[in-house]
Antibody, heavy 120, light 110 residues
Framework: EVQLVESGGGLVQPGRSLSLSCTAS????????MSWVRQAPGKGLEWVGF??????????KYAASVRGRFTISRDDSNSIVYLQMNSLKTEDTAIYYC???????????WGQGTLVTVSS | QSVLTQPPSVSAAPGQKVTISCSGS????????VSWYQQLPGAAPKLLIH???KRPSGIPDRFSGSKSGTSATLGITGLQTGDEADYYC???????????FGGGTKVTVL
């Protein structure tokens, strides 16, 4: 059974940093791209970015709203994908979901999400 | 403002049918596959339709997807109270080089 478990969310002040983790199980992690999708309170889904598998050079891509502030990385030996968030803004407040990706944008499995609140 | 456009809400009585449209452009829907996701209240999204019209195992055939030109459509027949949820379309946008979602459509069973 595919499982994705996010961790690391919490309350952080504007301008500070936070790192999220997503631990995967139930599939060969290294064969898949992984992405982060967020959802602000009461709002819709927003694609944050993804990182491709080693076979495709582990190339990350980011949404314009986070490019230059957020970094996605992966540890295939431990089946973990990370989201390093720097220079956080109040508008980054959201539930952050980790997803497994097939192809470019098919998010076939989702984690339960972790809440990030950016507030002073 | 979402790259993909969906109606904010649709509704119908139990047993009836609803359709949800997802409008895009040549950089996303026309040249890339569309997925649909169901988000029940308080839950994470779940994949409902992939590759425009394919259902993952376990998804009932009451749910269907189609695509034509710059639009995609999700259909739900035999509407049930358990179908009350938010539904999102998603695709890759080749111009943005990014994933994109619709703004979401709330389905209400009257």
């Amino acid at each position: 059974e595919v499982q994705l478990v996010e961790s690391g969310g919490g309350l952080v002040q504007p301008g500070r940093s936070l790192s999220l983790s997503c631990t995967a199980s139930g599939f060969t992690f290294g064969d898949y791209a992984m992405s982060w999708v967020r959802q602000a309170p009461g709002k819709g889904l927003e694609w944050v970015g993804f990182i491709r598998s080693k076979a495709y050079g582990e190339t990350p891509k980011y949404a314009a709203s986070v490019r230059g502030r957020f970094t996605i990385s992966r540890d295939d030996s431990n089946s973990i994908v990370y989201l390093q968030m720097n220079s956080l803004k109040t508008e980054d407040t959201a539930i952050y979901y980790c997803t497994r990706v097939v192809g470019w944008s098919l998010n076939d499995y989702w984690g339960q999400g972790t809440l990030v609140t950016v507030s002073s | 403002q979402s790259v993909l456009t969906q109606p904010p809400s649709v509704s119908a009585a139990p047993g009836q049918k609803v359709t949800i449209s997802c409008s895009g452009s040549s950089s996303n829907i026309v040249n890339n596959d569309v997925s649909w996701y169901q988000q029940l209240p308080g839950a994470a999204p779940k994949l409902l339709i992939h590759d425009n019209d394919k259902r993952p195992s376990g998804i009932p055939d009451r749910f269907s997807g189609s695509k034509s030109g710059t639009s995609a459509t999700l259909g739900i027949t035999g509407l049930q109270t358990g179908d009350e949820a938010d539904y999102y379309c998603g695709a890759w946008d080749s111009s943005l080089s990014a994933g994109v979602f619709g703004g979401g459509t709330k389905v209400t069973v009257l």
